[in-house]
């Protein structure tokens, strides 16, 4: 009876351990950068969803930022994992989160700041930012 639970216990920390390896990336973004209404300076960046829901993702690097998230859509899976923000005029701002393969992202809600940034004269540009898993 040991022998089971101490199998299913070492299977259960592989399975986790191999889905939080799957929810981690590297990226370099190469400009400053807004999450959640804190500054971020350019740099490298590992980008990581918390909690089995990915209900939120951390920003560790340069900078380091939490930011609450809700899940997002696209037609078909994203052939690469990829960070896209919103840029308006010289700001940008991480708007989304998405990992080759999945169909399905994380969308970051819009900050106060960005909102009062996106009522002025500048049209937001999508910008995407290639990650490594």
């Known amino acids: 009876m040991k022998k089971h639970l101490a199998s299913l216990l070492a299977l259960g920390l592989l399975l986790a351990a191999s889905a939080h390896a799957q929810t981690a990336m590297k990226v370099t973004i190469p400009f400053d950068f807004v999450v959640n209404g804190h500054n971020m300076s350019a740099g490298e960046y590992r980008v990581e969803a918390l909690g089995t829901a990915a209900n939120a993702i951390a920003l560790n690097g340069a900078d380091k930022a939490l930011a609450l998230t809700f899940s997002c859509q696209g037609n078909e899976p994203s052939a690469t994992s990829k960070l896209i923000f919103h840029r308006y005029g010289g700001e940008y701002f991480?708007?989304?989160?998405?990992?080759?393969?999945?169909?399905?992202?994380?969308?970051?809600?819009?900050?106060?700041?960005?909102?009062?940034?996106?009522?002025?004269?500048?049209?937001?540009?999508?910008?995407?930012?290639?990650?490594?898993?």
């Open 94 to 133: 991480l708007a989304q989160v998405w990992t080759a393969g999945k169909s399905s992202g994380r969308q970051l809600p819009r900050s106060a700041a960005e909102r009062e940034i996106a009522s002025g004269p500048y049209a937001a540009q999508l910008v995407a930012v290639a990650a490594m898993p």
